[in-house]
T-cell receptor
Framework: GQNIDQPTEMTATEGAIVQINCTYQ??????LFWYQQHAGEAPTFLSYNVLDGLEEKGRFSSFLSRSKGYSYLLLKELQMKDSASYLCAVPRGGFQKLVFGTGTRLLVSP | DGGITQSPKYLFRKEGQNVTLSCEQNLNHDAMYWYRQDPGQGLRLIYY???????QKGDIAEGYSVSREKKESFPLTVTSAQKNPTAFYLC????????????FGPGTRLTVT
């Protein structure tokens, strides 16, 4: 089966950098997704990593280490609108079935 | 504009009543999914469908039913057998491409009293 662990909550200040970690245990690895979800809204796709290393997309970067079962999402130059939950997810038993972590709620303060 | 629609946004029902949540997509995606989200918890998979006229149970299918008669539509019925139906329900769809990114609808918040 799959287990995914993320911190429950993090706080940071505007303009800072924050790293949200995700560890996973999976019987077969087919990539790792990060989604952003604002309160009461739908999750939106941020990144997909299938190979080791860092992928950068503007202010957001995602890192993967398959040997360590570890990923992180790095958010730079934090803005108030980045206050949201960040969900880590891995496919299970076939690419289309995602297992989600409980999410990390990030609160950005002025 | 392409996307996924769910209706209604808020739904209230009395205990013992069945209720059907709508999900429609015009992204030409083959696969569709229903998730349930409770406060402080991650998304849990209720049912999914990889192709028209076929669907599979997810992790928490008890008390729910679905149909997939059209590629664009994947309605979810919450039956009276579902013990704790009050939740935020999210529908999603995806292609079969490598990244398998899922696109989500805006969700339906169901309250059963």
């Amino acid at each position: 089966g799959q287990n995914i662990d993320q911190p429950t909550e993090m706080t940071a200040t505007e303009g800072a950098i924050v790293q949200i970690n995700c560890t996973y245990q999976t019987s077969g690895f087919n990539g790792l997704f990060w989604y952003q979800q604002h309160a009461g809204e739908a999750p939106t796709f941020l990144s997909y990593n299938v190979l080791d290393g860092l992928e950068e997309k503007g202010r957001f970067s995602s890192f993967l280490s398959r040997s360590k079962g570890y990923s992180y999402l790095l958010l730079k130059e934090l803005q108030m609108k980045d206050s949201a939950s960040y969900l880590c997810a891995v496919p299970r038993g076939g690419f289309q079935k995602l297992v989600f972590g409980t999410g990390t709620r990030l609160l950005v303060s002025p | 504009d392409g996307g996924i629609t769910q209706s209604p946004k808020y739904l209230f029902r009395k205990e013992g009543q069945n209720v059907t949540l709508s999900c429609e997509q015009n992204l030409n995606h083959d696969a569709m999914y229903w998730y349930r989200q409770d406060p402080g918890q991650g998304l849990r998979l209720i049912y999914y469908s990889q192709i028209v006229n076929d669907f599979q149970k997810g992790d928490i299918a008890e008390g729910y039913s679905v149909s997939r008669e059209k590629k664009e539509s994947f309605p979810l019925t919450v039956t009276s057998a579902q013990k704790n139906p009050t939740a935020f329900y999210l529908c999603a769809s995806s292609t079969r491409q490598l990244s398998y990114e899922q696109y989500f609808g805006p969700g339906t918040r169901l309250t059963v009293t």
